[in-house]
């Protein structure tokens, strides 16, 4: 096998049919169900698939931070949604400009402090900022925790100078879409009693996308990995092998022992991420090879002694476990179409940390 | 607290004069037990601080890609050791470019295969290849199986045009200096009797730094970690808290729930490696707070619901727990002395894949 031959290893190979029908086929789904499509761009963070979701038909983007922002920004993309309560001068600083340059810029919060920094920063503003109120309907990291908690902080976001409270966002925990249902349907009476409009109903995640239109109530839908897929969605049923556009091309580098091979990916490539699976990614065309650990540059694969399935210098291609930690760890990754290399693509927003 | 206050969140600030004490210490026992000191500078990354740790004594550098290799060579570094099989023709032409510009390169191997695609790369050279045998005494990963091996493959080594067998070379697993000792012993014996010497034996590791002389056959010490140090070693006992170099500074952005916090240091800046311990790292001054979980850019901080010890905004400092690899997700860490932010430093050879 001499895949990819052009190419050294360990490096990150997208497969671009798979890319393209990944973007049409959720697209389509969400078309179908009068669902708005905001694709999450850390998972790729390469300005050219952005563009490329809204022309199929996304809405806009989301972001988690501003530097990824302010990327898709240079690339011309008007419609954007940051995830995160951003806070402290810089940051509100940078959130300003990067609203003075586009159509749209949506936020979230999830306090009244944060609420009030935006306020400081947008008050003097052409236009106020759009913000959603951030729900935490189980997954148990950030948002307000109940809906008349939502309603409240929704109440104070709107009365503040700069702001404009425009409805709720959530991340929900997997198998949520009754909790997000459940949880926005009070949060929207309770705000309606405060004489305030939810038209934006903001949920995502990969995991239950197919599940989306079980909470009508949701008119957005944020999604990041379903433009490459990876082990973890496909363990749980969310794509095929074929769905996952981005593999890990990696190389035997050491034979040491029977039922031992060594690869020149480790968890600087593929990360430790297990994302509750068992091992660090799946060896294609080798299901019964385990990736056992990982150390910094090599990852240590097992299997049955009795076999010898590898050879030094052999190529393996890698589904990782979390496609979204992998790209980034990544300057470029290599594009490829039927099997053969077209041109590196740079993943311009990339460690973007701020 | 608004330590650091002009450095935006999440980074990574590198203390200076643990940095430089890091390096005096060990050097210290390195000469005083005559082990030359190569450290591996896959931690940093950092050319400057290469170039410290060899003007503080240490004999040259360790790398583990030729990309790292190179970066230290512009760098001026001229005594490199590469401790990984180098193959394939696009590894092995840069790999020969590179030796022609130092003073001293040498490379591993652990096996025929391997020895055959250098030997073909360096046949025509103006000197040969210095090439170390790699034994696996017992960590699991590469290396050849037995001294018997070892000396045969040695031998194979030293017979093949343009290589030159200089000696062996192991990552030892934890606490295994008896485990190198004896094999070595019986490697040098076994080579002896093809009368070829092992004027080099290169040991490592960080988490058995201090216990580098009980393997008195060992002539050399590749150590990385040690430069910064991390919640590993601390645990393992092999540095204290205040000799932890480098930190991620991160903010406090929501408190959503009584107990838990949630900081803007995710999977993509602490890393997912758990590295035999148990959560994501250790709050400095915390040490009743958890980091209990990651997503992408959010850090789930957990404590006694009873107490509130923190604020929106608030800065945290967190020890990770591997440094080695968090290291390698920021393209700048922020150099500090004395508690001053005095300037970034690139980390030139951050995400070399190759």
Redesign the interface.
């Given at each position: 096998m001499t895949e990819f031959a052009e190419l050294?290893?360990?490096?990150a190979i997208v497969d671009l049919d798979c890319v393209e029908r990944n973007i049409r086929t959720f697209q389509e789904y969400c078309d179908e169900h009068d669902i708005a499509l905001r694709p999450h761009i850390?998972t790729h963070k390469i300005p050219d698939f952005a563009l490329q979701q809204i022309a199929v038909g996304a809405k806009g983007i989301t972001c988690?931070?501003i530097g990824e922002a302010e990327i898709m920004t240079d690339a011309g993309i008007g419609d954007i949604l940051i995830t995160?309560?951003i806070?402290?001068a810089?940051?509100l600083a940078r959130l300003r400009t990067l609203a003075d340059r586009i159509d749209l810029l949506r936020v979230v919060v999830?306090?009244e402090?944060?609420a009030r920094g935006l306020s400081g920063a947008f008050a003097d503003g052409q236009k106020p900022l759009e913000v959603l109120v951030e729900c935490?309907t189980g997954a148990?990291?950030?948002?307000?925790?109940s809906p008349t908690e939502t309603a409240n902080l929704a109440r104070v976001v709107d009365a503040l100078p700069g702001l404009k409270f425009v409805g709720l966002m959530t991340y929900p925990p997997n198998g949520g879409m009754t909790k997000v249902e459940t949880f926005f349907r009070d949060a929207m009476a309770k705000c309606a009693n405060f004489d305030l409009e939810c038209p934006v109903r903001s949920s995502g995640g990969t995991p239950d996308m197919w599940q989306a239109h079980k909470a009508p109530v949701v008119t957005e839908y944020r999604i990041g990995t379903y433009i490459y897929n990876d082990k973890s969605v496909m363990a749980r049923g969310g794509c095929l092998e074929e769905d996952c556009a981005l593999r890990v091309l990696t190389?035997i580098?050491?034979?040491?022992?029977p039922g031992?091979a060594?690869i020149?990916a480790g968890?600087?490539?593929l990360?430790?991420?297990?994302f509750g699976l068992e091992h660090f990614g799946y060896v294609v065309g080798h299901g019964d090879v385990t990736v056992k650990s990982l150390?910094?540059?090599?990852g240590?694969l097992t299997f049955d002694p009795a076999t010898q399935p590898f050879e030094?210098?052999q190529r393996l291609q890698i589904i990782p476990n979390h496609v979204?930690?992998v790209s980034?760890?990544?300057?470029y990754v290599q594009l490829c179409r039927n099997g053969i290399f077209e041109n590196p693509a740079f993943v311009a927003a990339r460690?973007k940390?701020?």
């Open positions: 050294d290893t360990p490096c850390k988690q931070k995160y309560n806070i402290g810089r940051k999830d306090s402090t944060v935490d148990g990291r950030c948002g307000v925790q190389e580098v050491s034979l040491p022992a031992r060594i020149d968890s600087k490539a990360t430790s991420d297990l150390s910094e540059e090599h240590i030094i210098g979204c930690v980034n760890m990544f300057d460690g940390m701020v």
